[in-house]
């Protein structure tokens, strides 16, 4: 049972603490007082869950943190679950055991992934999760009497929910899983399911039937492909022993050919030879005659070279002698005779020295000028003869080196090449014109010409009677076999391909069936777990739900008796698609709607408590009903407060029945034994909380 809730800044409570005692205990308020909170509270300290978008939302507005905590005792021990939230969202949560005063922490936190997880631990002590406990320990407002106001299909729902058989949805989705995953395996190792079993099994009559359909065509083309192979070697050994003639016919165009382009060469080479010699006479004609004179010019040319330098040293004695006439000159105008006395002794003299005389000096210097013009004449002269005969020279030697140049040594070999030329004139008259002369006479220019022409001669007889025509049409002809030929590999080659894809497939396709039947009768086997056991119309569902509508049965009618009704027994039986409740007086079946407000109330109640029995829910012994009393009338109201009572009074059970009433109806509670009523109120700073 519940021994005590408390709020710390947790929504609208900033610090409240309620006590709680086995029977009744009732909150009364308006609505948005704070009653329904404390649920959320509840839930939250055992199980972390409430009914708020967040956790951050569970915060009184203004606090930066929120807790809850719950005081509850299972089997005569004391327990205690605390969960703070900070403004951040973060968490705290502890589980302890109080014994004599003393707490001992259980678990702490939810970190499930190091095995430390405070909700596991009450789900143990309690034996409910926060599913089953919101089924059997929390009626929500208007909930109470919807389980008998629920219709049949509806009731089935609940019931599956009840007893869990909603989660065989979840048991069938997790085999679903567990097929797909093992269809997926058998997929990856074998390249196809169960699913496939049919179609492989006709996908292999088909390879057979190709298989057997192909062979015949295969031995079909195979004959044909080597008949026409046969055909095309018999015509290419025809079209070899005619394409070596080809080979002579083009080689036979060669050779005449180069005849012509040899008998081309052949005259421009003597037209060439003709022209250099004619040019080389042209150039040596008259060069004898100069180059005999050679020896005679050198001859006159050292003489007068002689002459001119006899000349040049009479010429400088001469100018010599000048000059020294033109010094005595000077010497003999200063010695002059005075008075017959020497101008330098100063003796008695008749007459000067004829050196010294300036009228000896005089003749003497003309006759030497003269004698000096007289000889640059002769030199200037020699000159002339010496240009003269150097030019004659120069005349002879060009025309000995162009001698030379031509290798010609005298006239005859002169003579002789002009000879050579006529000769050639002739032989160049006598060559036939290439694109119209005889080949036969062309063969006469040389050896070499003749040896082309022999060659000419024998390929003519080599491809005597080739028709190109005939040979045209015969390579033609093996080209449309080859063609022919290459689309028969083809069609070999696809049949082979084909064939061979056919085997394949069948071995494959058989070996894949051999592995799938063992597979099919397990797939088999898992589709009958999956319709019988998971399916929740299934034999072990409906077995389940038979089982739970005669337990939930028993201890609702159980419940009945004790509360005094004219209703002794309830059945609750299965049909096709839903459940529907049965009231038995002792004497006959009542309808439902023909019964009493207080007696509506009490079979949702027994059916309510036989529910949580079956979850079991007696490790708390609490049920929380939330607004009960919502659309019922005043009489309904007040019978549901005296079957509480007889309910929360009821001494046969080793735990008496809690319950936690939250209603803003507080007048019906007037002259009822209740254990406590607390009276919630908002206010400026919060929810009060006030007991009654």
């Not at 404390?38 to 009914?51: E, K, P, R, S, V």
């Not at 206010?683 to 006030?690: A, D, N």
Request: with cysteine; charged share 35%.
């Amino acid at each position: 049972m519940i021994t005590s809730i408390e709020l710390g800044d947790f929504l609208s409570h900033s610090e409240t603490k309620l006590d709680f005692e086995n029977g009744v205990t009732v909150f009364v308020g308006h609505n948005g007082a704070g009653k329904s909170s404390i649920i959320d509270a509840f839930t939250f300290a055992l199980f972390g869950q409430h009914t708020r978008k967040s956790n951050k939302g569970l915060i009184k507005r203004g606090a930066t943190q929120g807790f809850s905590k719950v005081e509850f005792t299972v089997n005569k021990k004391q327990y205690q679950a605390v969960r703070k939230v900070d403004s951040k969202g973060g968490l705290a949560a502890k589980l302890s055991e109080k014994t004599n005063g003393e707490i001992t922490e259980i678990a702490a936190g939810e970190r499930k992934q190091f095995g430390e997880s405070m909700t596991n631990e009450i789900e143990k002590i309690i034996g409910l999760d926060f599913e089953k406990l919101k089924i059997a320990s929390i009626v929500q407002q208007g909930e109470l009497n919807s389980i008998i106001k629920a219709k049949p299909k509806e009731f089935k729902e609940l019931l599956n929910a009840v007893i869990g058989i909603d989660r065989l949805d979840v048991a069938s989705n997790s085999m679903k899983d567990v097929i797909k995953n093992f269809r997926e395996k058998i997929r990856d190792d074998v390249g196809y399911d169960d699913t496939h079993f049919d179609l492989l099994l006709l996908d292999l009559e088909k390879n057979k039937t190709e298989l057997k359909e192909a062979i015949p065509k295969k031995d079909q083309i195979r004959k044909n492909h080597e008949k026409l192979q046969q055909e095309i070697m018999d015509l290419r050994k025809k079209l070899d022993d005619d394409a070596s003639k080809i080979d002579k016919i083009k080689q036979l165009e060669l050779r005449k050919h180069e005849l012509q382009s040899y008998a081309n060469e052949a005259i421009r080479e003597i037209q060439q030879e003709i022209t250099e010699n004619e040019r080389k006479i042209k150039d040596c004609e008259g060069c004898f005659q100069f180059v005999g004179l050679k020896k005679d010019l050198e001859s006159k040319i050292e003489k007068v070279n002689l002459a001119l330098e006899g000349a040049q040293r009479k010429i400088q004695e001469l100018s010599n002698q000048v000059a020294s006439l033109k010094e005595k000159q000077i010497l003999a105008a200063k010695l002059q005779l005075k008075d017959n006395k020497c101008p330098v002794c100063d003796s008695d003299v008749e007459k000067l020295n004829p050196i010294f005389q300036e009228e000896h000096l005089r003749d003497e210097l003309v006759s030497i000028t003269e004698k000096i013009e007289i000889t640059k004449k002769e030199q200037e002269m020699y000159n002339k003869k010496r240009l003269e005969f150097e030019e004659k020279l120069h005349n002879a030697r060009d025309a000995e080196v162009t001698l030379k140049a031509h290798s010609i040594n005298n006239e005859d070999e002169l003579k002789k090449i002009k000879e050579e030329i006529q000769i050639k004139k002739t032989k160049v008259k006598k060559i036939p014109s290439t694109s119209k002369g005889s080949l036969l006479e062309i063969a006469q220019i040389d050896s070499h010409a003749k040896t082309i022409f022999e060659n000419i001669i024998k390929l003519e007889e080599d491809t005597k009677g080739f028709d190109e025509v005939e040979f045209t049409y015969l390579k033609n002809s093996i080209d449309e076999k080859q063609t022919n030929l290459s689309q028969m590999d083809q069609l070999l080659g696809g049949i082979m391909e084909k064939i061979s894809k056919n085997e394949t497939q069948i071995e494959t396709i058989q070996r894949a069936i051999f592995e799938l039947k063992a597979v099919k009768d397990y797939m088999k086997q898992l589709e009958i777990i999956q319709s019988n056991i998971f399916s929740r119309d299934g034999p072990v569902a409906t077995s389940l739900r038979s089982w739970a509508l005669n337990t939930i049965s028993t201890k609702s009618s159980e419940y009945l008796t004790l509360l005094n009704t004219k209703i002794q027994r309830i059945q609750l039986s299965e049909k096709a698609r839903d459940v529907s409740i049965a009231c038995y007086s002792k004497k006959e079946i009542l309808d439902l709607e023909s019964l009493s407000g207080g007696e509506q109330v009490s079979v949702a109640l027994a059916l309510r408590l036989g529910m949580a029995k079956l979850l079991g829910a007696s490790n708390l012994n609490l049920m929380i009903l939330d607004e009960p009393t919502t659309h019922l009338d005043v009489e309904r109201k007040k019978s549901l407060v005296e079957v509480l009572s007889q309910l929360s009074n009821i001494s046969n059970s080793e735990v008496p029945m809690q319950f936690i009433i939250i209603t803003h109806d507080a007048e019906i509670f007037e002259d009822s034994s209740v254990e406590k009523i607390y009276k919630f109120e908002s206010t400026e700073k919060g929810t009060l909380v006030t007991a009654l």
